[in-house]
């Protein structure tokens, strides 16, 4: 059986980035301005950016969960692919890095298609699938099972499997779970990792490769990313 695939050098990551990018240059500004930080490496690639937003566009999706914001690149990728009556929730439990996002997202004229809840992103989940109707921090998005399109997962690794089945139970039937660093550097395949975060994300790999209800790719681009569709 073959498994090939490419290895990736500097040199051609370099190509794919000038032949397939077209990263606004509002974009551009924000991952420049974030990789100044200490945890600039929690941002995503412009190539996956563009990657999450092809996939909000073709899958029609309208209603939008991120789960971990950091400073706003992803959210700008799903806002700006979204339809003008489309909506993005985004979860995540800092203040200050979401300060920037906030301020790229109304320079970009985004802000009225997304909403930001502070807090735990699972409790948040949680009050999004019981309740009746929508809740005050995200007016007119809709809540209760079913309700969501597409829900991008980028968050606390080691939580990553009990995430898991609360997603299941807010997207549609049809609907999309976009899982990030599924990878992790490549520690998931070297059992000498026993981190809480490799083990969280062997875990929800797992869960995910062993669930009937959802179908599954497993894509190596940037840290590794999870398509899972629930049918």
């Known amino acids: 059986m073959s498994r090939k695939n490419i290895q990736l050098t500097e040199k051609l990551e370099d190509y794919i980035f000038r032949n397939s990018v077209r990263e606004p240059e509002s974009f551009q500004r924000l991952r420049e301005e974030t990789g100044k930080l200490a945890q600039a490496n929690m941002q995503i690639s412009p190539e996956e950016g563009q990657f999450l937003g092809i996939l909000t566009t073709i899958s029609g999706a309208k209603r939008i969960i991120e789960i971990g914001t950091f400073t706003g690149y992803s959210s700008l990728c799903f806002a700006s692919s979204l339809p003008p009556d489309g909506q993005i929730l985004c979860c995540d439990i800092s203040e200050e890095w979401t300060a920037i996002a906030r301020k790229y997202w109304k320079e970009n004229g985004l802000e009225s298609k997304i909403r930001l809840k502070i807090g735990s992103a699972l409790e948040t989940l949680q009050v999004l699938l019981d309740s009746k109707v929508s809740p005050d921090w995200a007016p007119g998005f809709g809540c209760g099972p079913g309700c969501v399109d597409l829900v991008f997962l980028d968050a606390d690794k ?74």
């Open 158 to 231: 080691e939580n990553y499997p009990n995430y898991y089945p609360l997603i299941l139970k807010l997207l549609k039937s049809g609907g999309l779970l976009i899982a990030d660093n599924v990878l992790w550097d490549g520690s998931v395949a070297d059992l000498g990792h026993q981190e809480t975060s490799t083990i969280g994300i062997r875990k929800f790999n797992e869960l995910v490769r062993n669930d009937p209800n959802v179908d599954i790719s497993m894509i190596p681009i940037a840290d590794g990313v999870s398509l899972v569709r629930k049918r």
